[in-house]
Structures are given as structure tokens and as C-alpha cells.
């Protein structure tokens, strides 16, 4: 088993910038891709972006962008998501997720999830 734990959201305004941490904890050698999803209220969970967690591979959503940027750091199991020029859309719970297979952009691929950060961005 893996445990994921996320922090880092909060209330920010319009343009501003937070990173998301998710420290990973248990059975880590077995993880081989971790991801970043969002859900706002009342919508599906959306993925942001990805990363092979050996090679540091990535692969983002179209929404992350030019805004985003995932990285991990192997020596403290964790994980990050720096997010720049925030917008009001921006607002929702973050998940990070594990997967004992490989990075991908589908919910369905993740094995393991952290119980979320709020991000709530206000105009």
C-alpha cells in the first residue's frame, strides 16, 4: 500500500501562485507514475499532469499547460505541482495519485489517492 498526503492549497487571489506538495509514504518502490487531478464543484475529476517517476518523463493537460509544471523529488517521495497565474477556474480540490503500472492521464490507471488540497482562487 501507499499513503499520499497533499498540502499547499489555500486562498489566493486572481495571479497569484502556490505549489502543491504530496509526500508519499509505504510501499513507494512500487510506484512507477504520479499525477495531479482537480475536481471543482459539481464536475468530474480533471487531469492536470503527469510524471514517470523514474525517468521524469511528464505529460500535461492542455488546461496545465504553460501555467503548471509537475517535478518530484525521489530522496523525499514527493511530489509537486507548481501553479503560476492562477484564475477563479483554477478553483477546486487537488489530488495527487499513484499508479504500480506507469504515468498516465486516466483516473482509472491510479492505484492509490491522496484525500485532496482545496484551491480556491478568487477574482
Known amino acids: 500500500q501507499v499513503q499520499l498526503v497533499e498540502s499547499g492549497g489555500g486562498l489566493v487571489q486572481a495571479g497569484d501562485s502556490l505549489r502543491l506538495s504530496c509526500v508519499a509514504s509505504g510501499r513507494t518502490s512500487s510506484v512507477r507514475g504520479m499525477g495531479w487531478f482537480r475536481q471543482a464543484p459539481g464536475k468530474e475529476r480533471e487531469f492536470l499532469s503527469t510524471?514517470?517517476?523514474?525517468?521524469?518523463?511528464?505529460y500535461d493537460a492542455d488546461s496545465a499547460k504553460g501555467r503548471f509544471t509537475i517535478s518530484r523529488d525521489h530522496a523525499k517521495n514527493t511530489l509537486y505541482l507548481q501553479m503560476n497565474s492562477l484564475r477563479p477556474e483554477d478553483t477546486g480540490v487537488y489530488y495527487c495519485a499513484a499508479s504500480e503500472r506507469d504515468f498516465s492521464g486516466w483516473k482509472d490507471d491510479y492505484d492509490y489517492w491522496g484525500q485532496g488540497t482545496q484551491v480556491t482562487v478568487s477574482s
Open positions: 510524471i514517470r517517476w523514474i525517468s521524469g518523463t511528464t
